[in-house]
């Protein structure tokens, strides 16, 4: 299967996140990736690859482009601060400071740019975070190249995560959606419908906001139930899109202690869904931060669930673009990436 | 001249704020109520009283009574956590994470609750916060029955601050509006409109959302201008307010570095707005930030200054309750206050 990575995700490297106010060690590391590399690369089964560079074209379908060009501009602000360190907001846009008045302006000030478009902060900004971001989007984009040119399957190594960047606000460790932007490349070049598959532990708030009155994008997302759960404020079953969506958003809330079972009991309603939904293509949000150990989340997944979640998203038969997303138990990483990728490939 | 003040306020006692994620001391003491009510006393000028419990109605009156009660819960919701230290959020409802989707409900889980309500990170909770906040505006609320009494004026020493909280969203060491607490009081008792003017360092956002689209509350603020200053998103001269409240808003950006003389130039045209506006009743959201020693602001007032301010604002001849928001330099906050509420009340 066809893997495409990019060394330069490497540069989006913050230390901290800030949690409740404090500062702890970042769970979104570049270890992750290294790991899922080297499993790659020692499978034995896999042609890594680089990827091609898209312009903001494809990002700017999707993102606003006006923030596009603040992550492009964040660093140079931060730093003209003088603070040093690492970027993140103290003060959020929330909508009750302009109930009745409108949307507001982008500020000007760093303070309020940063708050203007992150809603959280545990997705510090360095140096090296546009590059690192913007390769992503490129990762995700070459895969679903590699599809449109006939590979059945291929797996974009992404790092930072995507899903749960919005149109216009980022956050969740991630800045640029990478599979909503491979998913509205494939839309755009096959003029087809596509179906998003997010297996990720927690709700692809972003990826559900940016296709949510869309009718030619299915948002299917199993997920950590959000009345318990990261990002909290999205991913009720309640939720099904709207307009044209209507009926193209379907949440499966996953309960505490999900047993390997249980999660395929559920997965296979949310199959059923992608099944009956048109097109060929389909992109996968790959999370493995469902896995029992993974030190941020509660369900109770084995090692061994992963190539049989991997076989029957395989079974639906689709051009598949699986998207790296989540996953922080760094000794499984590797192994639950091969495996549900194996099981997709029918290997 | 009578002021209203409760010992109660010493129980919201957080020792840090987040600033871009990092914990420094606060600057929101208790010790700034207390600088305040020696200087009062020593004046002799004063009659302190404490306040009388008014229940939650005119509080509801002006927030949303869910936000009312999760002030009244958040503490035991992060106790629950177990966490321990003090609650700021790390996740806030942004716009754009339900952007066309509509509003949100309220997350039942505490790190979800909070970033509904709370739109930063540098207004913690404590275990003592709700009974301060609560005593806050029955001390607004106090003063301004003294004023519906026939007192010519009377000054609240309310603590918490509260001219950043809005209907349903508080922060910037806020949580009730106490101002617009004892504005709406005097609307209801008066039947007559009421003029709030702002003259703390920073725009009062809160009474500014609260008042939008009312005809019978002016809201004239002076502040550092927006586009350098927090809370960032509102604050333009551009904004006068909609509906029955079109022109019932005026905003007065103040430069970095303004002098006394340019400030007061500044203070005449807003007192203008006020005395053109109907009413007997006047509300003034006192901060004493604007002062050049202030540690969090940029202009460059003097001492000298709020005697004359005080002045100014006393020759409208209203009926007067001063409400104290902000204002963080310590050793001239007592001096500052008083020389106010002696030229307010003709001293």
Do not use: K
Not at 52 to 70: F, K, N, Q, S
Not at 116 to 135: H, K, L, S
Not at 156 to 164: E, M
Not at 258 to 284: I, K, M, N
């Amino acid at each position: 299967m066809l893997a495409v990575w990019s060394g330069r995700h490497a540069g989006h490297d913050p230390q901290h996140e800030v949690q409740f106010g404090e500062r702890i060690p970042i769970y979104e590391v570049p270890a992750r990736a290294e790991a899922i590399r080297a499993a790659l690369e020692a499978d034995g089964g896999f042609s890594l690859v680089g990827p091609r560079d898209h312009g903001t074209g494809p990002i700017e379908a999707v993102h606003d482009p006006a923030m596009l060009r603040y992550l492009e501009e964040a660093w140079r602000d931060w730093e003209a601060l003088g603070r040093g360190g690492e970027l993140v907001p103290h003060t959020v846009l929330h909508p009750g400071l302009r109930e009745g008045m409108g949307p507001a302006a982008e500020p000007s000030t760093p303070a309020g740019r940063i708050g203007f478009w992150c809603f959280e902060t545990m997705t510090p900004i360095v140096a090296g975070t546009y590059e690192a971001v913007r390769a992503a989007a490129d990762v995700g984009l070459t895969a679903a190249d590699a599809v449109l040119g006939g590979e059945r399957a291929a797996y974009a190594l992404c790092r930072p995560p995507g899903h749960h960047a919005a149109r216009a606000v980022f956050g969740g460790y991630c800045f640029l959606n990478n599979a909503a932007i491979a998913a509205e490349h494939l839309v755009r070049e096959t003029g087809e419908p596509v179906a998003v598959l997010d297996v990720d532990y927690h709700h692809g708030n972003g990826t559900q906001q940016l296709f949510w009155e869309r009718g030619d994008v299915l948002y299917v997302s199993l997920h950590g139930d959000t009345r318990r759960a990261y990002p909290y404020f999205t991913g009720s079953p309640e939720e099904t899109g709207a307009g044209r969506g209507r009926g193209a958003t379907m949440n499966v809330p996953l309960p505490e202690g999900c047993s390997d079972d249980r999660y395929l009991d559920l997965l296979d309603r949310a199959l059923e869904a992608v099944a009956g939904f048109p097109g060929e293509t389909l992109v996968v949000s790959l999370g493995l931060d469902t896995l029992a150990e993974d030190p941020i989340t509660d369900l109770a997944l084995t090692l061994d669930v992963y190539p049989e979640i991997g076989r029957r998203v395989g079974a639906l038969g689709r051009r598949t673009v699986v998207v790296q997303e989540g996953g922080y138990h760094l000794p499984s990483l590797g192994e639950g990436v091969v495996g549900f990728l194996r099981g997709v490939g029918g290997g």
